[in-house]
């Protein structure tokens, strides 16, 4: 059977239509779908659909200028900050997935204009920067997303939704439910982008990935798309550059400005706090690590002369998802969009799309990722082997490398756009 | 009408051409659902009363001679009018409107600019441009992510105002009309604001007294920033004394019947500028200490961030700091000497003279004139603001008079 798709201006839906016949009548057959069809069940990483193709998140590393202060953020970044506490499998560096750890932002990838689209509505939605007119119409009220879909259950709760029908990518923080009604769900703060529907055309609409009001992580960006796939790390391989969350930073210059580099919109940390002078110590004693840190947004690359088969500091070869991380960070790089508590960490795509596909969060300990990284290579293996991330070798890069001129994007509180 | 469950009807859902209902009543409409179809679907059957017999799609034919027209569906307009001897009704596929909110354009005032995003869905147009009074209707696309140099997209030099338009695209919709108006000033207009030349009773406290505009402009208000309340009055560390604007010394100040000073250095005089140019004739009868300043601000309403475009004379010299700049910005060298001083902020430029230098300018990043502060616009003097204990006590005891004071409004 040959169904004809029409879509209704009257009902605003897609009628498929059989038309048959039987002793001179007629009648039509209509087939109706459900929500999932609304919304894209497979891996946003897919390689030849991932929506950040040709954005900056697929910059070539290798042509990153080096800042001269590398050293001092290679020994920072190897410090970890007055914050270590022996979380992250007791290391640095830690991976925040569904299946355990800090879960990281929920994204969902939606088609609004799908007939089954379900829609959650949101209200009481705070937007920093942004106007009652832009929030309500971009962030409040009726939101699509599948009845199953949920924000991050821990933490900071971080939803994104990115609608292909619209091309309207929105971000949330803090995502609970109103008090007055369980159904409704608020958040402490937002931001959004519009973009060319489908989504496709990133690299032209948004090359920055940058929220256009509102801030909803740290560095105010769409990073979801800079997290680790799923069907990346089933494949092997990560096409992208890594948008990470870091232990803590500088959140200031020494002039007192904030401590911020393009494609950020806002600046993070506590070092100063820590520092001689500041009003805290940390628990082991008083902090005595290098007192100028990379920033939020400031691209980091590792060299490509790593033996991946030898780490001096086990001398063992690399664990394999360590690897993976690894190489993902030659040639793309990485960048910090957010900030943790103790450990830096690197992020995954949710697990809870492919649970509701397949049964089972892919991330889960043992499960189909894990194994695949539980080689004969690395102490411990499996996916606990990013522990062993060098972030004493990566190379930083000048603040605001390869900001356009002017740069339109306001951050929250500005009101000007940048011009160099 | 019956509704009739999937599981009574034979066949294995999907791959079915013929429906054998069991349960069908012989005279009623009934329609089935059936689900598990590929693609997680279900299908709705209406099924006519009295059917029988096996079913078979009618072709476009049949179809096209039972409705009495032939539907064309597609984005492009049918080839022919009549097709199987049936006219053609052509529709267009619908779809739903896209609704966006396009930002405010930025507005250059002192490059004559102004600066559009890029707008997925949208475009800003020039609609409209009125200059001395004549309005002429234009359509100029601007190019978004620059700064658009209106009087050469428009021909016409400042001042002038300009309407521009937000356009939605096809298959956009805006949820209301989105126009902006904005005058674009006449940076050449040169008017003295007010005038002081100080000549009045020695003593007076300048609080509260009326600028005399010996020198041009019209007589304004001197009022204090923040003062305490003695015996009834808002008092402050300046007076009129040998037909100058004196600072007192804290101890003159205690004598005066003040019960406080370190916070309340300062006088200001209310002009509305944007744009200002304050020349007066200073007298330090000793040397600013080191690590304190005196600060003179020309601080316009638009100003966001504290009290905006402020200039101070330290002890190494003068220094600059804007709403957009980072503060100090240094601006003449060497210790200050008594004599004239010229302060100037037009649009992007700060530019000083001094007694013992030449002209020095610089240009900063585009002033904000979007949002207004608590002070409005005006021209203020305070010495002891923002800074640590330790260099108070120098700067409450330190003395020096201000003379000849004029105050002109640059531009608009």
Request: hydrophobic share 35%; glycine share 10%; proline share 7%.
């Amino acid at each position: 059977m040959t169904a004809s798709k029409v879509y209704s201006t009257t009902s605003w839906a897609w009628e498929y239509t059989h038309r048959y016949q039987n002793d001179g009548q007629a009648w039509v057959e209509i087939l109706n779908g459900t929500e999932d069809d609304a919304v894209v069940l497979t891996s946003a990483f897919n390689e030849d659909t991932y929506m950040g193709k040709g954005t900056i998140l697929q910059r070539p590393a290798s042509s990153m200028p080096v800042d001269p202060m590398t050293p001092t953020y290679q020994e920072f970044m190897d410090y970890v900050t007055p914050f270590r506490w022996g979380s992250g499998f007791g290391s640095k560096t830690s991976l925040n997935t569904t299946a355990f750890g800090t879960h990281p932002i929920h994204m969902y990838v939606v088609d609004s204009h799908h007939p089954e689209s379900n829609f959650r509505e949101f209200a009481g939605v705070f937007v920093a920067g942004g106007s009652a007119a832009t929030t309500n119409h971009y962030l409040n009220g009726p939101v699509p997303l599948p009845s199953w879909g949920v924000p991050a259950q821990n933490q900071d709760r971080g939803l994104a939704v990115y609608d292909k029908g619209t091309g309207i990518m929105r971000e949330y923080f803090m995502v609970t439910s109103t008090t007055s009604n369980a159904a409704v769900w608020k958040s402490t703060g937002a931001g959004y982008s519009v973009n060319t529907p489908g989504l496709n055309n990133l690299a032209t609409d948004n090359y920055a990935l940058q929220q256009e009001v509102g801030r909803s992580n740290i560095a105010g960006m769409h990073n979801s798309l800079g997290f680790i796939g799923i069907a990346e790390a089933l494949n092997r391989k990560i096409n992208h550059a890594l948008c990470f969350t870091v232990a803590s930073l500088r959140m200031t210059n020494d002039d007192g400005s904030y401590r911020s580099s393009w494609p950020s919109r806002g600046a993070d940390g506590k070092l100063e706090r820590y520092m001689p002078g500041g009003d805290l110590v940390k628990p082991t004693g008083p902090y005595d690590g290098p007192i100028y840190s990379p920033a939020h947004g400031q691209w980091g690359r590792l060299p490509m002369d790593i033996d991946f088969n030898h780490n001096p500091r086990t001398g063992a070869p690399y664990p394999l998802f360590c690897q993976l991380v690894m190489k993902a960070a030659q040639q793309y790089g990485l960048v910090a969009t957010d900030t943790n508590l103790f450990v830096h960490a690197f992020n995954t795509e949710q697990g809870t799309t492919f649970k509701h596909a397949y049964g089972v969060d892919p991330w889960t300990t043992g499960g189909v990722i894990d194994e695949i990284y539980k080689g004969p290579v690395g102490d411990g293996g499996g996916l606990q082997g990013i522990r062993e991330f060098p972030w004493h070798l990566v190379e930083w890069a000048p603040m605001d490398w390869g900001r356009p001129n002017p740069d339109m994007n306001l951050h929250p509180g500005q009101l000007m756009p940048w011009r160099g | 009408m019956a509704w009739i469950k999937a599981t009574d009807i034979v066949g294995p859902p999907g791959t079915f051409d013929k429906i054998t209902v069991s349960t069908i009543p012989a005279d009623a409409t009934a329609s089935a659902t059936i689900g598990g179809l590929p693609g997680n679907r279900t299908a709705h059957f209406n099924i006519p009363r009295g059917l029988t017999g096996p079913m078979k799609e009618e072709t476009p034919a049949e179809i096209a001679t039972r409705q009495g027209y032939h539907l064309h569906l597609g984005q492009n307009a049918p080839l022919t009018a009549f097709m199987y001897g049936v006219p053609v009704i052509w529709i267009k596929p619908g779809y739903q409107l896209i609704s966006i909110i396009p930002p405010t354009p930025t507005w250059l005032d002192y490059s004559g600019a102004v600066m559009v995003p890029t707008v997925a869905g949208a475009g800003y147009y020039v609609t409209s441009f009125t200059k001395a009074g004549t309005t002429t209707v234009a359509n100029k696309l601007l190019t978004p992510n620059t700064a658009v140099d209106l009087a050469t997209l428009l021909g016409v030099a400042q001042p002038f105002d300009v309407r521009i338009e937000a356009k939605p695209n096809t298959g956009y919709m805006f949820p209301s009309e989105y126009f902006w108006n904005h005058a674009y000033p006449n940076m050449a207009n040169r008017t003295i604001m007010t005038s002081d030349t100080f000549t009045r009773a020695n003593g007076e406290f300048v609080n509260g007294t009326m600028t005399n505009a010996a020198l041009g402009g019209t007589a304004r208000p001197w009022q204090v920033f923040s003062g305490h309340n003695v015996n009834g009055g808002n008092y402050t560390t300046f007076e009129i004394n040998g037909n100058s604007l004196r600072k007192r010394s804290q101890a003159e100040f205690y004598a005066a019947g003040a019960v406080k000073t370190g916070d309340s250095n300062n006088i200001r005089v209310d002009v509305g500028s944007q744009n200002q140019r304050v020349e007066f004739d200073l007298t330090l009868p000793a040397p600013i200490p080191t690590g304190g300043r005196i600060d003179f601000l020309l601080a316009a309403s638009s100003s966001t961030f504290g009290s905006g475009f402020m200039f101070n004379i330290t002890a190494d010299g003068v220094t600059f700091s804007s709403p957009a700049t980072a503060a100090g910005q240094i601006m003449a060298t060497g210790a200050p000497v008594s004599g004239k001083y010229i302060f100037e902020r037009d649009g992007i430029t700060a530019r000083v003279k001094t007694p013992n230098a030449d002209w020095f300018s610089r240009t900063f990043d585009e002033p904000v004139f979007t949002v207004g502060n608590g002070h409005g616009n005006f021209f203020g003097i305070r010495d002891t603001h923002a800074l640590p204990n330790t260099i108070r006590p120098a700067l409450n005891n330190l003395t020096y008079s201000i003379d000849n004071l004029i105050v002109t409004q640059l531009g608009f």
